[in-house]
């Protein structure tokens, strides 16, 4: 069974700082891997998603993600945050099958002035 | 606009109450889902659907059913709730998880099991 694991339950940095958030996966295929940020009151947006092809995956709002196959991990990074990225983000991995998405705990982050 | 749409938004119940919990997609989608996310579980998958009749179990199925008589609707029934199914609830739908198209997910059912 497929797994995802995100050692990070609450994260602080300062605005403009970076940022990196982990993920780390369990799935015995090569894994469809997604970043989902949720807002505060608010359903899940997605960030990004890496299905194939180029390990480094742009999304929106400046995200990118990296996908290592050796560590089993696909780590959220942003260069400068923004205030407004203050929210929680959750990592999940699809089966090749199409049929299940499993997320992660999800990781908290807040922002500091 | 394409949407997920689900109602209602907000529901207290009492145990043993059968309730529904409808959602609809306007964007012709073959894959609905549903999940629930509870503190520190993130969301954990109750039940999918791949196409018209066509439904199977996720990760957390007892205690809950499901029927997709149409494309657009996906409805989730608690037949005889119970406390530990207070939840926010969140219906999603995409073309497909292994195609390039995006997951749209609703705004979410905040249900209360007294």
């Known amino acids: 069974a497929q797994s995802v694991t995100q050692p990070d339950i609450h994260i602080t940095v300062s605005e403009g700082a970076s940022l990196e958030l982990r993920c780390n996966y369990s799935?015995?295929?090569?894994?469809?891997l997604f970043w989902y940020v949720q807002s505060p009151g608010q359903g899940l947006q997605l960030l990004l998603k890496?299905?194939?092809?180029?390990?480094l995956v742009q999304g929106i709002k400046g995200f990118e993600a990296e996908f290592k196959r050796s560590q089993s991990s696909f780590n959220l990074r942003k260069p400068s945050v923004h205030w407004s990225d203050a929210a929680e983000y959750f990592c999940?991995?699809?089966?090749?099958?199409?049929?299940?998405?499993?997320f992660g705990g999800g990781t908290r982050l807040m922002v500091k002035p | 606009e394409a949407q997920v749409t689900q109602n209602p938004r907000y529901l207290i119940t009492v145990t043993g109450k059968k309730l529904t919990v409808t959602c609809s997609q306007n964007m012709n989608h073959e894959y609905m889902s549903w999940y629930r996310q509870d503190p520190g579980l993130g969301l954990r998958q109750i039940y999918y659907s791949m196409n018209v009749e066509v439904t199977d179990k996720g990760d957390v199925p007892e205690g809950y059913k499901v029927s997709r008589k149409e494309k657009r609707n996906f409805p989730l029934i608690l037949e005889s709730p119970s406390p530990n199914q207070t939840s926010l609830y969140f219906c999603?739908?995409?073309?497909?998880?292994?195609?390039?198209?995006?997951?749209?997910f609703g705004p979410g059912t905040r249900l209360t099991v007294l």
């Open positions: 999940a991995v699809g089966d090749n099958a199409g049929n299940m998405l499993t």
């Open positions: 999603a739908s995409s073309f497909s998880l292994t195609s390039g198209s995006k997951q749209f």
């Open positions: 890496y299905f194939s092809g180029d390990t």
């Open positions: 799935y015995g295929a090569t894994p469809y």
